[in-house]
Nanobody, 123 residues
Framework: QVQLVESGGGLVQAGGSLRLSCAAS????????GGWFSQAPGKEREFVAA????????YYADSVKGRFAISRDDAKNTLYLQMSSLKPEDTAVYYC????????????????WGQGTQVTVSS
């Protein structure tokens, strides 16, 4: 199994930007589809973005299209989420995840999860 550790979260004003990183260890991350999910207090975990093993196919939730960008650097075994034009409703814990399946926004498709990093957007 692959182990995942997120970093880069924090407090930012609305309209600002953050870049989240997810460092993978244990197995080569290039073997996996990478994904990002968010979970706000009292809500279920929601899909944010996913990227194929080659990096050529990227899939986004409608709520983040045009604002967030997922990418991967397999040489560094790292997954990224560039977040721009942040809104207060983006406030959540963000989790990275790995899947041995296809690019799919369902949390059940992902078998390895990080511990999460908090993103707080103030108005």
């Amino acid at each position: 199994q692959v182990q995942l550790v997120e970093s880069g979260g924090g407090l930012v004003q609305a309209g600002g930007s953050l870049r989240l990183s997810c460092a993978a260890s244990g197995r080569t991350f290039s073997s996996y589809v990478g994904g990002w999910f968010s979970q706000a207090p009292g809500k279920e975990r929601e899909f944010v973005a996913a990227v194929s093993r080659s990096g050529s196919f990227k899939y986004y939730a409608d709520s983040v299209k045009g604002r967030f960008a997922i990418s991967r650097d397999d040489a560094k075994n790292t997954l990224y989420l560039q977040m721009s034009s942040l809104k207060p409703e983006d406030t959540a814990v963000y989790y990275c995840a790995a899947s041995s399946g296809n690019v799919d926004g369902r949390p059940s498709n992902f078998h390895s999860w990080g511990q999460g990093t908090q993103v707080t957007v103030s108005s």
